[in-house]
């Protein structure tokens, strides 16, 4: 059988393994304010959560064009596919890892530094597209910050705006709102965190001479849609616990403003084709209400954990993915 066809099915697999995985690694992202506010149960949580994202996966394409092609070139990408299927391998056993210990790392973080170590590790420095890869990197970095700010923001304005409202009754009232903003939520997920495993599957394919352009294949917008959807619909409980309690103890009004806050930031994201890091943005913008609401009732030792975690998962993705090429390579 022809090796560049088994390599294709390979990163397929992989691909469609590392979106089932990110499913049930980010699906506290979505739900986990809600149900710590006890807004949904955890069963209805996760239903509705994998509902959304598959729906939001299925309704845009743009952040996985950018991945296809903004990191690297797939048209000139040497040994792509070992390139690929070892960047993807990399990004799943970080993922696997942080999952394990209840850290919410970023998968964005994990993929896109596995295919830049892999590429480096094939072709040198000089094979990414430093243009392209440089935007995601700010959009990374900046995505967080500005979620905190929004989040610090709109919390603010809750309070000023319902300061004279029956705390009791103000609550009912957004427990039953943060039903709305978490499927919201679970939707703008799925709009952008789906589309990178659409982004490698493509890159793999173009890479292979199996399609000539970078518009993605309606059966790997369904596959990646549907694996996402399966994904979540498992569940991430550690991680749940870990972005829904052991940040700050979160109260309706708190979840429904750091649910927007996480929402604008995704989808606007999305919207202009960048791919960000569902997990630092929604943490983030529960720290920023949670700054807005009472500075010393943050729990900066947790945040300052994931913070580390969110600095090291692009280099130590890519070291794994350079590995991970240099042993594949010796294969095939």
């Known amino acids: 059988m022809d090796v560049i066809f088994i390599l294709t099915v390979l990163i397929v697999i992989g691909a469609l393994a590392f979106d089932f995985i990110n499913g049930f690694h980010d699906t506290a992202n979505a739900i986990a304010t809600s149900v710590s506010t006890k807004a949904l149960k955890p069963r209805h949580a996760i239903i509705l959560a994998a509902v959304m994202n598959f729906i939001g996966a299925m309704s845009f394409t743009g952040v996985a064009k950018t991945i296809t092609k903004d990191i690297v070139n797939p048209f000139t990408l040497e040994n792509g596919s070992v390139v690929i299927l070892s960047a993807l391998i990399a990004a799943i056993a970080w993922n696997l890892i942080t999952w394990y210990y209840g850290i919410p790392s970023s998968s964005s973080h994990a993929i896109i530094g596995s295919i830049a170590g892999a590429a480096i590790a094939a ?16 959009a990374l970095i900046l995505s967080p910050i500005i979620a905190f700010a929004l989040g610090f923001i709109i919390y603010s304005i809750f309070k000023i705006v319902f300061k004279n409202y029956n705390l009791t009754k103000t609550n009912r009232n957004f427990r039953l709102f943060q039903i709305a903003t978490a499927s919201i939520q679970a939707f703008t997920h799925g709009t952008n965190d789906a589309q990178k495993a659409m982004g490698i599957i493509t890159m793999a394919l173009i890479a292979n001479n199996y399609v000539a352009t970078d518009e993605i ?53 999305t919207y202009i084709h960048l791919p960000v890091s569902t997990t630092h943005v929604i943490s983030s913008s529960i720290l920023g209400v949670g700054a807005s609401h009472r500075v010393k009732g943050v729990k900066w030792g947790t945040a300052q954990r994931m913070l580390i975690t969110w600095v090291i998962t692009l280099p130590i993705s890519a070291a794994l993915a350079a590995l991970c090429y240099l042993f594949i390579s010796l294969i095939f």
């Open 123 to 138: 072709a040198g420095f000089h094979s990414l597209n430093y243009s392209g890869f440089l935007k995601i990197i700010q």
């Open 217 to 269: 294949p309606f059966w790997v917008q369904f596959s990646c849609a549907l694996a996402m959807g399966l994904g979540t619909s498992v569940g991430g409980w550690k991680i749940i616990k870990t972005v829904g309690g052991k940040i700050m103890k979160i109260r309706p009004v708190n979840g429904v403003a750091a649910d927007l806050t996480g929402a604008l930031i995704i989808f606007g994201a």
